[in-house]
């Protein structure tokens, strides 16, 4: 059964971000997508916010919530790890500006690339972390299909418009899959966990999080709205890579896991209140 659970995974995890990724690029040029950014204010707070802030949130909650090392470890590496395309499919449901969340993407992954590698073994001196590994998964099947989608977009408008629903039904349903495969492949580990301070411990990194970025959104209600959904919403993936090859206890992962697990169960409903208050503010 649990290899049956990893084949599905091992589908479900590129199948959602790659048609992710297409889906935004078919329905939005690129002009959409690089005019958030235009001043240095837009670059510059999403940076402090997710590679300042929450790193330091992360080094407080271990601070005050001790756990085992391997744990530890994997709440650092959710901390300083940042930019998913699970966002893409929370800003849609929180009804917000989806291009203005895939422009927080396209500056939140490089930025990982280059910044894992660089911290992380300062802060964890038993870590050997690979730029390319990190880059390599993330380029394919999140900023390709990025690029393709726009490309098709400026080309062939018509044809955008036709996938790019298609796109959104098939990353949905890539995303149920792949978290219901996640919590039962991993559901003992999970379980043991409890009890351990593990799941607080990144309850309040994922709600700081997403009080961080809300916060420093500046005063449009979807700039704020964009950049704490994508403050919270973790680089699962990079945190993943790094977890897998460069630690050698288990729970390093599980603890990625399960606050990828905790990140889906708490930023779904505040997207949907979210949601709400849009209506309010159109």
Not at 133 to 143: D, E, G, H
Not at 155 to 166: G, Y
Request: proline letters at 6%.
């Amino acid at each position: 059964m649990a290899e049956i659970l990893s084949v599905i995974l091992t589908v479900a995890v590129p199948a959602f971000s790659v048609t992710s990724m297409l889906s935004v690029g078919f329905g939005h040029v690129v002009q959409e997508i690089i005019e958030p950014f235009s001043s240095p204010r837009s670059v510059i707070v999403p940076l402090l916010a997710n590679f300042v802030l929450v790193p330091l949130l992360g080094m407080a909650v271990i601070w005050l919530l001790p756990l085992d090392q391997p744990l530890e470890n994997g709440l650092f590496l959710v901390s300083t790890a940042a930019g998913a395309p699970f966002l893409v499919k929370l800003t849609e449901f929180a009804e917000h500006d989806v291009a203005l969340s895939a422009a927080l993407l396209l500056l939140l992954l490089p930025a990982t690339v280059i910044y894992l590698p660089i911290v992380v073994p300062m802060a964890l001196p038993e870590a050997e972390v690979s730029a390319g590994a990190i880059a390599l998964p993330l380029v394919l099947t999140m900023l390709l299909p990025l690029g393709a989608g726009l490309l098709v977009r400026t080309h062939s408008a018509r044809w955008a418009m036709r996938l790019q629903p298609v796109m959104g039904k098939v990353s949905t349903v890539s995303l149920i899959v792949l978290v219901g495969t996640t919590f039962l492949l991993n559901l003992r580990a999970i379980l043991g966990l409890f009890g351990t301070g593990a799941v607080l411990a990144a309850v309040i990194v994922i709600t700081g999080a997403f009080a961080i970025g809300y916060a420093l959104g500046g005063r449009l209600f979807e700039r704020r709205c964009a950049l704490g959904l994508g403050t919270a919403q973790r680089g699962i993936a990079a945190a993943m890579v790094v977890a897998a090859e460069s630690f050698g206890n288990p729970d390093t992962l599980v603890m990625v896991v399960v606050s990828s697990l905790v990140g889906f169960s708490i930023l779904f409903p505040i997207a949907s209140v979210l949601s709400r208050h849009a209506h309010e503010h159109r």
